[in-house]
C-alpha cells in the first residue's frame, strides 16, 4: 500500500510541470483582467488593499493584474481591460490622459475611495486659496502647474464608487465578484445599500454622540465603513458621501444646537462633502 502511494506521487510528480504549464496558459487567459491605477492621491486606498494580506492574494489568484505599481515594476501592456480601479484625483495633464485612456479600454470603471469621488482632502483648496495654496510649499510659485480640483466623473464616466478615506478593503472583496461578473457577462452592476453609518454604530454598542452634544454626520452619511470613527469617540464627517436618501437639511437642524453654521461648513469640506450638500439643499429647495 505504501509502495502504491509512492509510485502514485511519483507520477502526479513527474506530470506536473507538463499539465501545469498548459493549465497555466490556458487559465490564465480566461481571467478577466484587471488594473489598479493611482493619480494623483496618498496612494492610502491601494495600501487599504494591501492591508487585506492573504484575502488580497486570494482574491487576485481569479485575475489577471495588469497594473499595479505597489505590487510589481513591469510595463502595462496599455491592452483591453475588464475592470479599471482608479484612486486619487486627475490633478496634472499626465493624470487626465491616463484617465481617459483607462476609460477607453476598460469595461467597467471604478473609482477608489473619497479623492476619487468627491474632491477629498485636496478639494479643501478649491473653498480657500485655490492656486495660491501652493505658496505654502514652494517659495516662486510661478509656472507650477495648480488647477481646481475636480473629481474623476467630471472627465471620465464612471460605472461603480467606492468609498471612503480609505476604502474599506473587506467592501473592496465583498464587491470585486460582482464587478468582474458584470464585465464578463454583460450583469448589471451592483449596487450599494443605501443605510447610514448609525446601522453600524449601533449594531457596535456605541453610545449616540449627538446625545452628549457632540457633532456627527453619521445620519446623512453612506454607512459600510463599521463606524470606525465613531467606534473611537469621534464624530463622523463624511467620508464615504452622502446616502441617496441623505437628509441634509434635518441633519442641520440637529447639528445647530451644537456648532455653528461655519463649523458645520468647515467640517463637511475635509472630505468634499461641501459641494455635494451645496447640490443637494439647491435640488431639494427648489422642489419645495
Ligand atoms: S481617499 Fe483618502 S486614503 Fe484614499 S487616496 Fe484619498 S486621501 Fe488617500
Ligand atoms: S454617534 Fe453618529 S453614527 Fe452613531 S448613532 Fe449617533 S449619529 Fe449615528
Ligand atoms: S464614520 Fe464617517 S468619516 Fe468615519 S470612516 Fe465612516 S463614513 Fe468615514
New binding site residues.
Given amino acids: 500500500m505504501e509502495n502504491q502511494n509512492i509510485k502514485i506521487k511519483i507520477q502526479a510528480e513527474e506530470l506536473k510541470p507538463i499539465v501545469s504549464e498548459e493549465v497555466l496558459k490556458f487559465e490564465e487567459a480566461k481571467k478577466p483582467k484587471i488594473a489598479i491605477v493611482s493619480l494623483t492621491s496618498c496612494e492610502g486606498c491601494q495600501f487599504a488593499l494591501l492591508d487585506l494580506g492573504v484575502k488580497f492574494v486570494e482574491a487576485m489568484s481569479n485575475v489577471e493584474m495588469v497594473d499595479f505599481r505597489l505590487l510589481e515594476d513591469l510595463e502595462d501592456d496599455g491592452g483591453k481591460l475588464d475592470v479599471a480601479f482608479v484612486e486619487g484625483n486627475p490633478m496634472t495633464a499626465a493624470n487626465k490622459k491616463t484617465l481617459l485612456e483607462l476609460r477607453k479600454r476598460s469595461k467597467i470603471l471604478v473609482v477608489l475611495g473619497n479623492c476619487a469621488a468627491m474632491g477629498g482632502i485636496p478639494e479643501i483648496r478649491n473653498y480657500h486659496e485655490q492656486k495660491q495654496t501652493v505658496k505654502h510649499v514652494y517659495k516662486y510659485i510661478q509656472g507650477i502647474e495648480t488647477e481646481e480640483v475636480k473629481e474623476v466623473d467630471n472627465f471620465v464616466d464612471v460605472d461603480f464608487t467606492l468609498p471612503g478615506c480609505p476604502i474599506t478593503g473587506e467592501e473592496f472583496l465583498e464587491y470585486l465578484p460582482m464587478l468582474l461578473e458584470s464585465a464578463m457577462t454583460g450583469k448589471s452592476l451592483p449596487e450599494i445599500v443605501d443605510k447610514?453609518?448609525?446601522i453600524e454604530?449601533?449594531a457596535n454598542g456605541?453610545r449616540?454622540?449627538?446625545l452628549d452634544k457632540k457633532p456627527?454626520f453619521?445620519?446623512m452619511i453612506l454607512g459600510g465603513c463599521n463606524?470606525v470613527c465613531?467606534n473611537s469617540g469621534m464624530?463622523?464627517q463624511g467620508c464615504r458621501g452622502l446616502r441617496p436618501a441623505g437628509n441634509v437639511k434635518a441633519m442641520k437642524a440637529t447639528l445647530k444646537t451644537m456648532i455653528s453654521d461655519e463649523e458645520f461648513e468647515n467640517t463637511t469640506e475635509i472630505y468634499g462633502l461641501r459641494d455635494d450638500i451645496e447640490e443637494w439643499e439647491k435640488k431639494h429647495n427648489s422642489n419645495q
Wanted: positive net charge.
Fill in positions: 447610514p453609518v448609525c454604530c449601533k456605541n449616540c454622540l449627538l456627527c453619521g445620519p463606524s465613531t464624530g463622523c
